[in-house]
RNA sequence: GCUGGCGUAGCUCAGCAGGUAGAGCAGCUGAUUUGUAAUCAGCCGGUCGGGGGUUCGAUUCCCUCCGCCAGCUCCA
């Protein structure tokens, strides 16, 4: 048999001969594999390192710390944990339990529910299985047998997804529904469904290959689950893992079948690798905005108002007064009108708009008056539609841009509910743009660009741009699709921003861009959509008197920038982990008196800001500076001023940065002009 | 909405075999007048989420409702 190459993790080539597994072949040359590889690569084809090595192939290493090289390692820690379950459970059934971003999770159903107290021991049992280096070992069976296997063991769920796979070949097929139109508030849904579709691949797929009916089984010790790998050679490569916790899932995702148990996990190559995950997680609660919502005394939410349903308390109120600031003047800066349109309208308008018809489940429930219906605004389109119509309009007054922090109300199903990111009721920075065909382009180019204005500005400097392409069930016409869809795509590229397609994944009634930020953590977070419609103008019956002096369909654009500000603030705090920049911090500075003499100079001082539109206040609690300074410090005001006898006479002021560097004594004029200097937005 | 977990003072929690509740922080009062991340003392504060049941007796056991949390589903 001829050899193979093999690329090696220092750049060197080998040679080596075909025939024996790949991990053999690399013992021979020296290499320790597992801290420079878990399996080997070929033709794009990740391959086990107990797989024999491939005549006249070229074969590279996956490290331990790539996406695929993480995959095989959560892969074989998911299987892992499911002999550890079927050795503490015998009776548990297995679905599927596949490497995720982050982690791992099995899906099984056991006799009984799961509690956290549970975790630590079937961890145990995985350390100790992984003590005993149980081999993974591959074998490749008939359909036919790998059916009797399943029955003769019970395992329901692996039947159906043989069962599938005879069917389909590997996946199940995949479907959008339709719904209605607007500016959606919506997270990750494309994502979600990526994921759902992609572990079940992973894990359907017995790699089932065209005009062969096999499928293939992984054994570690006495589980055996049905799975196309790849995996790491014995459990003892599997060191740093952890089980992080448990939560329902339905089988197959869909609500009416059966809910699973889910345990999820991680698994990381170095135990120090998994510490700084689990530190990350543990800073990311650090930064829940829920948390910091209450300690900095943000807003909150009370059971007596309903859930969803944000208050905001001065201080929030005085970021969101800011933000919004910031966004009209920019607004009117950009060629925005602004409007005001109302919290309820009557079921025509809705009937009109197809609300009713494809959003009802969405919306809060029908109120009475005056013999007529009325309904709370899921959305501000048609009210903006609405004053488009108020006038005959001519070609000579597009493009219309009506912007509006509109606070719409949608009842969300109370399980979604989720601090500020999910919530009843929000306020859209929304607007509608109605234009030519021909402005269409410039339009979209302008209000990407608007809005990547305004990412930057809040300090986000990464971004994820989606655009999405039309679905199966749509409306409009194919044509108005393609040069929509090509400006949009236009548009990301003039800003200069990469962006992936979600094909398929446009709302009905148009395609759209979508831009998530990333935070400080890298989680990415929804917050700009730019959508076409083609069905609100239709259903209402919007037109323009052309120079032609017929009438003619204008564009219509939804548009959403920092998407719901109650959400944008969300994601703001956990940007910031509370620590908001000057020019959007509630408090800038904070005067902290030494003694009880130095008050009215301290008062004087805080004067001084308001004068020049600054926000300082006194901290004139009889109690040590020490004290004052770490309250102040908690609640990650940027600035401290220490005023005692020196500042007071000499009318200076000692200033602390947030943080606790120390920026010396100034003059109070001076730490002005400093503030001052630093109270605008600023794009990074 | 579904599965599981959890609801004890404003916050964080203890109260782990049923005998009508505790701590720290916060708040209030007093002493102290303080120089860069917690001064000391006293006091106030809870019908133990709501309702029902078992029991001589329930924060503790059971049922039910409400809410929160982790997920799932949803998020046009």
């Not at 790699?207 to 049905?226: I, K, M, R």
């Not at 490569?237 to 889910?262: C, K, N, S, V």
């Not at 069930?473 to 929509?484: C, I, N, S, T």
Request: overall charge negative; some cysteine.
């Amino acid at each position: 048999m001829a050899d193979a190459e093999l690329l090696l993790a220092d750049g060197r080539r080998a040679r080596i001969p075909a025939g024996q597994p790949i991990l053999a072949a690399l013992q021979a040359l020296g290499e320790a594999p597992v801290e420079t590889a878990v399996a080997a690569a070929w033709n794009g084809q990740t391959l086990d390192f107990m797989t024999p090595v491939p005549s006249d192939a070229s074969l590279t290493l996956v490290p331990p710390d790539s996406p695929d090289g993480l995959r095989v390692l959560r892969h074989s820690a998911a299987h892992l944990m499911a002999a550890a379950v079927q050795a503490l459970s015998p009776a548990a059934k297995f679905a599927i339990g596949p490497a995720i971003e982050d982690g791992f999770y099995y899906d099984m159903e056991l006799p009984r529910p799961l509690t956290p107290e549970d975790l630590p021991i079937i961890e145990a049992k995985m350390r100790e299985l992984a003590a005993q280096r149980l081999l993974y070992q591959r074998r490749e069976l008939e359909m036919s047998e790998a059916l009797a296997w399943a029955r003769e063991h019970r395992q329901d769920y692996k039947i159906e997804i043989l069962e599938t796979i005879r069917q389909y070949g590997t996946s199940r097929p995949e479907g959008r529904a339709p719904g209605t139109q607007g500016v959606p508030e919506s997270r990750e849904s494309a994502e979600h469904r990526a994921l759902n579709a992609e572990a079940e691949v992973e894990e359907l797929a017995g790699e089932v290959q065209v005009g062969t009916s096999t499928v293939s089984f992984y054994q570690t010790g006495t589980f055996t689950d049905l799975c196309r790998g790849p995996h790491v050679p014995d459990t003892s490569w599997l060191t740093a893992f952890r089980l992080t916790h448990i939560a329902g899932a339905y089988w197959r995702g869909d609500e009416r079948r059966p809910m699973l148990q889910r345990i999820y996990g991680t698994a990381f190559p170095t135990q120090e690798a998994l510490d700084r995950h689990l530190f990350n997680l543990e800073e990311a609660r650090r930064r829940d905005h829920r948390r910091l919502g209450r300690e900095l005394d943000l807003f909150s939410v009370a059971d007596e108002v309903g859930g969803g349903l944000i208050l905001w308390h001065p201080k929030g109120g005085m970021i969101r007064t800011l933000i919004e600031d910031f966004w009209r003047d920019e607004h009117l800066a950009n060629g925005y009108d602004l409007v005001y349109t109302p919290h309820v309208g009557r079921a025509k308008l809705w009937q009109v708009s197809g609300h009713l018809e494809f959003y009802q489940d969405l919306m809060y429930p029908r109120m009475e008056g005056d013999g007529n219906d009325y309904y709370v605004k899921p959305m501000n389109c048609p009210f903006h539609i609405m004053i488009y119509q108020s006038k005959v309009r001519s070609y000579r007054d597009l493009p219309l841009r009506f912007a509006e922090l509109g606070t719409v109300y949608r009842f969300e199903r109370a399980g979604v509910l989720h601090g500020l990111l999910r919530v009843r009721g929000f306020t859209q920075d929304d607007a509608h743009i109605f234009c030519t065909p021909e402005q269409m382009d410039e339009e979209i180019t302008r209000a990407v660009r608007f809005s990547l204005f305004f990412l930057r500005t809040f300090g986000f400097k990464d971004y994820e741009v989606y655009v999405a392409t039309r679905p199966e069930k749509f409306v409009g016409e194919p044509g108005d699709w393609e040069v929509a869809t090509e400006a949009l795509k236009r548009a990301a590229g003039r800003a200069g921003q990469a962006y992936e397609v979600d094909a398929g994944g446009g709302a009905f009634y148009g395609p759209k861009i979508d831009i998530k930020v990333k935070d400080a953590l890298g989680r990415p977070w929804q917050c700009t959509t730019v959508q076409f419609d083609f069905n609100l103008p239709e259903r209402f019956g919007l037109a323009f008197v052309g120079e032609d002096n017929r009438q003619h369909r204008p564009f219509m654009v939804h548009r959403a920038l920092l998407g719901s500000i109650e959400r944008f603030l969300g994601v703001l705090i956990e940007h910031y982990g509370g620590a908001f920049p000057a020019w959007l911090a509630p408090v800038q500075a904070r005067v902290l008196p030494v003694a009880d003499r130095h008050h009215a100079y301290a008062a004087s001082v805080v004067a001084r800001l308001q004068e020049e539109h600054l926000r300082g206040e006194v901290d004139d609690r009889n109690e040590k500076i020490g004290f004052k300074i770490r309250e102040a410090e908690v609640q990650k005001i940027p600035y401290i001023l220490v005023v005692g006898d020196r500042e007071t006479a000499a009318g200076t002021v000692s200033v602390r940065l947030r943080g606790g560097q120390d920026r010396g004594v100034m003059p109070l004029a001076d730490f002005v002009h400093t503030l001052a200097t630093e109270n605008k937005p600023q794009a990074v």
